[in-house]
């Protein structure tokens, strides 16, 4: 099987081609929980829903805590959690982590910083996901 990291061509036609549709377990955002059918199964997304369930449970995983996630599943949150202040510096870290996280997903070709506000301790980030399914909006809140 080819390595699916490997740097190539970014173009969606050639990305899509090479990897199998992206699914994922729905994720009913409001109730923060997952998706259930009548019979007790789980509802399955595919695509552009399923990119937003994936980055959702990826920015709320602490990278290197659990056994049984990979090493480059997660990003590092806990260093920016009540340990000085949230400033502009602290702020563009906290992108550059949020970043290098979600860029492990062949599916995501870029990640932006749309806006970043700081409310007393609170840093606010969306960001802008390029895909190979189209373009996503996300908001963090750190």
């Known amino acids: 099987m080819s390595n699916p ?3 190539g061509p970014s173009t969606s036609e050639t990305v899509s081609q090479s990897l199998p549709t992206f699914t994922e377990f729905a994720w009913d955002f409001e109730k923060d929980d997952f998706i259930y059918r009548r019979d007790g199964s789980h509802e399955i997304v595919t695509g552009k829903e ?8 990826v920015l709320r995983c602490e990278r290197y805590r659990y056994l049984a996630y990979f090493d480059d599943y997660g990003i590092e949150l806990e260093k920016f959690i009540g340990t000085g202040p949230n400033d502009g510096q602290r702020s ?7 970043k290098e996280g979600l860029m492990v997903n062949p599916y995501i070709m870029d990640v932006t910083a749309l806006q970043v506000t700081q409310e007393h301790k609170k840093i606010t980030m969306v960001i802008h996901l390029e895909t190979v399914y189209g373009e996503v909006e996300m908001g963090i809140e750190v």
Request: aromatic letters at 22%.
């Open 5 to 7: 990291f490997v740097v």
């Open 50 to 57: 399923a990119i937003k369930v994936w980055v959702l449970h």
């Open 92 to 98: 563009s870290e906290l992108f550059r982590y949020v």
